[in-house]
Nanobody, 121 residues
Framework: QVSLEESVGGSVQAGGSLRLSCVVR??????MAWLRQAPGKAREPVAS????????FYADSVKGRFTISQDNGDKTLYLQMNDVKPEDTAMYYC????????????????WGQGTQVTVSS
């Protein structure tokens, strides 16, 4: 049994910073990821890491601004969001799966409940 719980998101002005966290209870799979879904749009991957952080992936839209990290000690996944933009406004979800490709289909994937991030211009 795996459960994930995101921290409360929030509202921030463009150019500001926000850090999301996700506590994992139970088994932690190899792939940990953040995804987001804006109103009227499909869910999209934001960032992921594997092998405890040895390999990371970032969507082009967040490269250089967001950083994904994992604290294995307290089984927490983080997403540091810097220089945020209004287009970053979305519901953010953390997820874990044996492989990152599975998250795209939702197969063998555990999800958090989502947390809202709103960026104002």
């Amino acid at each position: 049994q795996v459960s994930l719980e995101e921290s409360v998101g929030g509202s921030v002005q463009a150019g500001g910073s926000l850090r999301l966290s996700c506590v994992v209870r139970g088994y932690t799979y190899n792939c940990m990821a953040w995804l987001r879904q804006a109103p009227g749009k499909a869910r999209e991957p934001v960032a992921s890491l594997t092998n405890g952080g040895e390999r990371t992936f970032y969507a082009d839209s967040v490269k250089g601004r967001f950083t994904i990290s994992q604290d294995n000690g307290d089984k927490t996944l983080y997403l540091q969001m810097n220089d945020v933009k209004p287009e970053d406004t979305a519901m953010y979800y953390c997820a874990t799966a044996p492989i990152c490709k599975a998250i795209a289909t939702g197969r063998n994937t555990s999800w958090g409940q989502g947390t809202q991030v709103t960026v104002s211009s």
